[in-house]
């Protein structure tokens, strides 16, 4: 879920990594921006035991590598961008509803990605 009253902690990260790591099955890319949620003693704890997963840092102000960033703008000033909810509870549900929705449209995701200045990343073969 989103946070609409607050931010994702350290613990909270490490939560959503444990459940990405328990879904997917070989080594886990994350690219990560430089966010203080992302730094501490749990954290380097928490990878230090966790060695399937590969980070790959941003640059500290580089947006534009930031695949995340195009799908917000989607989301911020085409998606809702006259959605006035009646609190934060109908707009989590809102930003949640679209981006289930993204998930099955991989045209529209590869578009996005593409407004960042990462290469699209290709299947591996073995």
């Known amino acids: 879920a ?3 009253d607050g931010f994702y902690t350290t613990d909270k990260v490490i939560e959503f990594l444990r459940a990405l790591l328990k879904h997917l099955r070989g080594k886990v890319v994350v690219v990560w921006d430089r966010g ?3 730094k501490g003693p749990l954290m380097r ?3 230090s035991r966790n060695r399937r997963r590969a980070l790959e ?3 500290p102000w580089a ?3 930031n695949p995340v960033e195009p799908v917000w ?3 911020k ?3 809702l961008a006259n959605f006035v909810p009646v609190d934060t509870e109908v707009l989590d549900d809102e930003i949640l509803d679209r981006l289930f929705g ?3 449209d991989p045209e529209l995701l590869r578009s996005l990605w593409k407004r960042s200045d990462l290469p699209f990343p290709q299947k591996v073969t073995q």
């Open 36 to 38: 203080s949620n992302h």
């Open 2 to 4: 989103t946070e609409p």
């Open 45 to 47: 704890k928490f990878l």
């Open 77 to 79: 000033y085409g998606e």
């Open 57 to 59: 840092m941003l640059p």
């Open 73 to 75: 703008s989607w989301l």
């Open 63 to 65: 947006p534009e590598l």
């Open 102 to 104: 993204l998930k099955f």
